[in-house]
């Protein structure tokens, strides 16, 4: 696990078909973590945690894939497809409407980014300046694919512009290294 922000880890293997991980921790001292994504459920560092909660990006294999039963996780509804690159979680729930999802003391802002798939979302962690871009933008404003089926060029380009526009200090890709913006 790899230091990121204060609270927040990362968790990486360099394979090709693998998602980072990040562990955001509980700054009231407790032990409590969060998952953002869960790799492909052989990311090294992920069998050993419980977390309370995971979020998920989006539902590509390779960010859902690490996810167990016992573990409560929540995933956009337009990424309940049933496509064979997109796999929701069964026991997975859908983000609540309102789009913020608060955990301890972190106030996470769940940003609708469609584009990779049509429920690939962006979480804002706005105190911190934390953003998880999930497959929609990586370092160096590299955008994600849209070749794996419901992917749309039109739409990732929005996206992109629209997380361009926060005021971000971190950014949390999916996949390959962080960036620090400021």
Same mark, same amino acid.
């Given at each position: 696990?790899?230091?990121?922000?204060?609270?927040?880890?990362?968790?990486? +293997?360099?394979?090709?078909?693998?998602?980072?991980?990040?562990?955001?921790?509980?700054? +009231?001292?407790?032990? @409590?973590?969060?998952?953002?994504?869960?790799?492909?459920?052989?990311?090294?560092?992920?069998?050993? $945690?419980?977390?309370?909660?995971? $979020?998920?990006?989006?539902?590509?294999?390779?960010?859902?894939?690490?996810?167990?039963?016992?573990?409560?996780?929540? $995933?956009?509804?337009?990424?309940?497809?049933?496509?064979?690159?997109?796999?929701?979680?069964?026991?997975?729930? @859908?983000?609540?409407?309102?789009?913020?999802?608060?955990?301890?003391?972190?106030?996470?802002?769940?940003?609708?980014?469609?584009?990779?798939?049509?429920?690939?979302?962006?979480?804002?962690?706005? @105190?911190?300046?934390? $953003?998880?871009?999930? +497959?929609?933008?990586?370092?160096?404003?590299?955008?994600?694919?849209?070749?794996?089926?419901?992917?749309?060029?039109?739409? &990732?380009?929005?996206?992109?512009?629209?997380?361009?526009?926060? +005021?971000?200090?971190?950014?949390?890709?999916?996949?390959?290294? &962080?960036?620090?913006?400021?």
């Amino acid at each position: 696990m790899e230091p990121i922000f204060q609270g927040i880890l990362l968790l990486r +293997d360099g394979r090709d078909l693998c998602s980072n991980a990040y562990v955001v921790r509980a700054r +009231d001292g407790s032990e @409590k973590i969060l998952l953002v994504d869960s790799g492909d459920g052989k990311l090294e560092g992920v069998a050993g $945690l419980e977390p309370e909660l995971v $979020l998920l990006t989006h539902g590509h294999f390779d960010h859902t894939g690490g996810v167990k039963k016992r573990w409560r996780a929540l $995933l956009h509804e337009g990424d309940f497809l049933g496509d064979r690159f997109i796999r929701a979680p069964a026991h997975a729930e @859908k983000y609540p409407l309102e789009m913020r999802v608060r955990w301890r003391d972190w106030n996470f802002e769940i940003i609708h980014t469609p584009g990779h798939t049509p429920g690939s979302v962006s979480i804002f962690e706005r @105190k911190s300046g934390v $953003l998880f871009s999930g +497959d929609t933008l990586f370092s160096e404003g590299i955008l994600g694919r849209t070749d794996l089926g419901f992917g749309s060029q039109e739409q &990732i380009e929005q996206s992109r512009d629209d997380l361009l526009a926060l +005021d971000y200090s971190v950014l949390c890709p999916g996949h390959d290294g &962080i960036e620090r913006r400021r």
